[in-house]
């Protein structure tokens, strides 16, 4: 991807270059398999780190008509934004007691709702705004996790068309989630779908009229056609990673990576052979060689997990992570090769100039590419691009994560709501 011709102080150090125009192609290439179907882009965590609102203003260009956010913090960020058109739908699920339940309301938000306590707030928070609430029945179809119970499902619901009738609310969903939709086969798959299927049947015949059932997330978007409904709910397949190594690679599916995460070289040297390198001299060079310090670490969403075995890519060689990566730097041994200080340290990427990718790094620490991405701090500058060129104008989040266009530095909050 293209430099900027100025390049922004912080971005020296290190960037999480987010391409844009990938991402509006991996929205276009979900959609192509849902066409039956509505879109909800999810954006929580930050856009999985990649930025909230840039990533959400991008998915709806390339056709996305929701957006999805965990807690209602972000959906009113959202909201707020001024990119975001007014008709696309904003829906937020993980609320605890005493949440901005009004704020939401007000908003035109939809909120989801899987116990009576949650029903009750909703009532009385719709009396206080005046207008009714959007509302989403969550059914625990057997993640175990939020959602309600089949043997509450009836009270839920009762009570939901009661507060309907009284115009205290709407019931705009019926919703679930997968425990497993990333192990294809899995045997908790059909029950969760026949599950779902009676609990939505059993709310139409008690007389509700939802807008949207919804089931589908990023693997069920892949592999289970039949899980769409109304609405998918596409997560980390939206920026360009596979839910699991299981179901295949992101190219399978035309998909592309997103994000590009780099960092330049502070310091090459010559050692001897017998050097400790880093803490615990869980590393020690066999020979002499020459060392690169990356200037990154687990306080940037390193994980810590990966020293030894991390992969980066410097001077166009797959270097590995000598002994412990550390809150602030790791280094690459290389081989007795003397790339100058600043070259650059490529830790992931699309994975088609030779980088690793997320999930490389996803084994190497022995967890999921989610959270290769979600992790990476708010001290690494998120600069946008659009196919390899600058995004034009500020794209920032008002946490430290800086968008860029040419020769200037983006920067500012979420919008007016709290974030």
Request: proline share 9%.
């Amino acid at each position: 991807m293209n430099e900027t011709a100025f390049t922004p102080p912080g971005t020296r150090r290190a960037r999480a270059e987010i391409d844009l125009s990938a991402l509006r192609a991996n929205v276009r290439a979900l959609r192509a398999r849902t066409p039956g179907a509505a879109f909800m882009a999810v954006v929580k965590a930050d856009g999985y780190g990649h930025g909230m609102l840039p990533c959400a203003r991008a998915a709806i260009e390339a056709g996305a008509t929701w957006v999805g956010a965990a807690t209602p913090e972000e959906a009113l960020a959202v909201r707020a934004d001024p990119g975001v058109p007014a008709d696309v739908r904003v829906m937020c699920w993980l609320w605890t007691p005493g949440g901005p339940w009004r704020e939401a309301i007000e908003a035109d938000l939809d909120v989801s709702v899987s116990a009576l306590w949650a029903l009750r707030e909703v009532e009385a928070a719709a009396r206080q705004a005046g207008r009714p609430a959007r509302v989403h029945l969550k059914a625990d179809t057997g993640l175990g996790r939020n959602g309600c119970q089949p043997s509450d499902w009836p009270d839920l619901v009762a009570g939901a068309l009661t507060a309907e009738r009284e115009g205290l609310l709407r019931i705009t969903g019926l919703w679930s989630h997968f425990a497993c939709a990333d192990e294809p086969g899995h045997p908790s798959i059909a029950p969760q779908i026949e599950r779902f299927r009676e609990m939505t049947a059993y709310a139409e015949s008690r007389g509700v009229r939802p807008e949207v059932r919804h089931l589908a997330n990023s693997p069920a978007v892949l592999t289970l056609p039949d899980t769409h409904f109304d609405l998918v709910r596409p997560g980390v397949a939206m920026y360009g990673i596979s839910p699991s190594p299981e179901i295949g690679v992101p190219a399978d599916f035309g998909l592309r990576p997103v994000m590009t995460l780099s960092a330049s070289l502070a310091l090459v040297k010559r050692v001897p052979g017998g050097h400790g390198v880093s803490y615990g001299h869980h590393y020690v060079t066999p020979g002499g060689t020459t060392l690169g310090l990356v200037p990154v670490g687990y306080g940037d969403g390193v994980p810590r997990h990966a020293s030894g075995a991390g992969p980066v890519l410097v001077d166009g060689k797959w270097r590995t992570v000598a002994g412990r990566i550390a809150m602030d730097q790791f280094v690459v041994d290389l081989g007795g090769d003397l790339p100058e200080p600043g070259t650059e340290a490529v830790l992931f990427g699309a994975g088609d100039r030779g980088e690793p990718t997320a999930e490389d790094w996803a084994q190497a620490a022995g967890t999921i590419g989610y959270e290769i991405v979600t992790r990476v701090g708010a001290r690494v500058p998120r600069v946008y691009v659009d196919g390899g060129s600058p995004e034009p104008g500020p794209a920032g989040d008002g946490r430290g994560r800086e968008g860029y266009g040419p020769g200037q530095q983006g920067g500012g909050p979420y919008g007016s709501a709290p974030a």
